[in-house]
């Protein structure tokens, strides 16, 4: 089975898409830390370039992703704490964007979703990764609240940024997401769509688990 789970930032989908991985012993296959080890490269290797498109496409191509449970290795370096700096998180959609890049992690994500089951969560999931995938869902909630999950998430980590910079930061992620011309974040028209507004994680888990368990009979 494959399962794809797209929105914007902040709306649950990986929290949601490990725990749905656990519980039908799937693969979770985290696309989005795939960007961010990219964007983490570039920032190491050549700075603050993001305009740089051929550099880019050269250290994406000769950069190797694997993952260890929720460990993310990037050329063999565990860099599962360093992708998720507000550095990295503000520059993802920079490589994302790039269609070069995305061909080539999109090549990646294909490849192993034939051998295994797996659940994946990002923006294009459903529209271009595994487009035929048996379930689609597609998670939003409202951006103050993705603001205060995120900004949450960054207090326990140590990292005590205000709410409003935190709400602007996704609101410019959006942006970018939804106006990039390759595979920009979209609902597509079989996706099951969910507001997690104002719901826990278990809420939504459950909400989904009907879907799943319907799509398995």
Do not use: W
Not at 73 to 93: A, G, M, Q, W, Y
Not at 104 to 122: I, N, T, W
């Amino acid at each position: 089975m494959q399962i794809a789970i797209d929105g914007p930032a902040g709306a649950g989908k990986s929290t949601l898409a490990k725990k749905i991985a656990a519980a039908y012993k799937m693969t979770y296959l985290d696309t989005g830390a795939m960007y961010r080890c990219i964007a983490h490269c570039v920032l190491n290797q050549i700075g603050d370039r993001f305009d740089n498109e051929a550099d880019i496409v050269k250290i994406a191509g000769a950069t190797v992703i694997r993952f260890e449970g929720e460990q993310v290795f990037c050329n063999d370096k565990d860099v599962t704490r360093e992708i998720r700096t507000p550095l990295v998180s503000r520059h993802t959609s920079d490589v994302a964007r790039i269609k070069a890049v995305r061909d080539l992690m999109v090549s990646q994500q294909r490849e192993y979703a034939k051998d295994h089951a797996v659940v994946m969560d990002g923006r294009d999931i459903g529209s271009v990764v595994l487009p035929d995938a048996e379930l689609k869902f597609f998670l939003d909630a409202d951006v103050r609240e993705r603001a205060q999950r995120r900004k949450k998430e960054m207090d326990e980590k140590g990292n005590t940024k205000a709410l409003e910079e935190i709400k602007t930061d996704i609101e410019n992620r959006d942006s970018n997401d939804r106006n990039r011309s390759e595979g920009p974040l979209v609902q597509v028209p079989d996706a099951i769509v969910i507001d997690t507004t104002g719901k826990s994680i278990e809420e939504v888990y459950e909400e989904m688990k009907i879907h799943i368990d319907e799509a398995q009979r």
